[in-house]
Every structure is written in C-alpha cells, then in structure tokens.
C-alpha cells in the first residue's frame, strides 16, 4: 500500500507500508515539497504516486528507509537521470543525498 507522508508517519501507515517487502520500504521523496511517498513494490510506483499528486519529476529522488538499523539507502532505478547530472543509480549529489535523508528521518523515523 503506497501512502503519502505530508506530515509525520503514523505507526499504522509503517505498518501498512512494510508489508510490502517486509524489513525495508521503498521510498519515492519530493526535495522541493518535503514529502514522500512510500509502500510500492517499486520506487517507480512511490514516484508515480507524487507525480499524480502534483509534484514535478525533477524534484522526485529514490531511497529507502530500514527500520531495524534506522537507515536511509539512496539507491534506485528512478535516480539515473543524465540531465540532471546523476548518471548512476545512486544519488550522487552529497548536498541531495543529505536533503533526501533529513526529510526521510523527518517523515518516518521512528
């Protein structure tokens, strides 16, 4: 189930969103809007989320938030983006990469 984090995550939304794959969520994460969207089997699906809710495609990165040891991955598909001068699947971008992370602990750390 893919929700839309505006505000803080509820324990019923983390509970929703790891049953998908279980000990990770994957996270689609606006860095101009600060919010997420999380739950998808994929980070296209978290992204196609925030897309139809208003965001743009250039502010959408992918990542992934793990419960058990409260950690951000910035690892996806969605990242490779040569116009925006990120060539691999990692956020390459140090100044992004930590942007991603403070929402992401923001919205769902627990």
Not at 30 to 42: E, H, L, N, Q, Y
Request: negative net charge.
């Amino acid at each position: 189930m893919i929700h839309i984090i505006r505000d803080r995550a509820t324990a019923e939304q983390m509970r929703q969103m790891l049953e998908v794959l279980g000990d990770y969520i994957k996270l689609a994460v606006d860095v101009r809007r600060t919010i997420i969207a999380g739950g998808g089997g994929m980070h296209a699906d978290c992204e196609a989320a925030l897309l139809e809710d208003g965001s743009q495609q250039a502010d959408v990165w992918g990542a992934d938030w793990v419960p058990e040891g409260q950690e951000v991955r910035f690892e996806s598909l969605i990242n490779i983006r040569p116009r925006q001068h990120n060539r691999s699947m990692t956020i390459e971008d140090k100044g992004l990469r930590a942007n991603v992370e403070h929402i992401v602990r923001q919205r769902i750390q627990g």
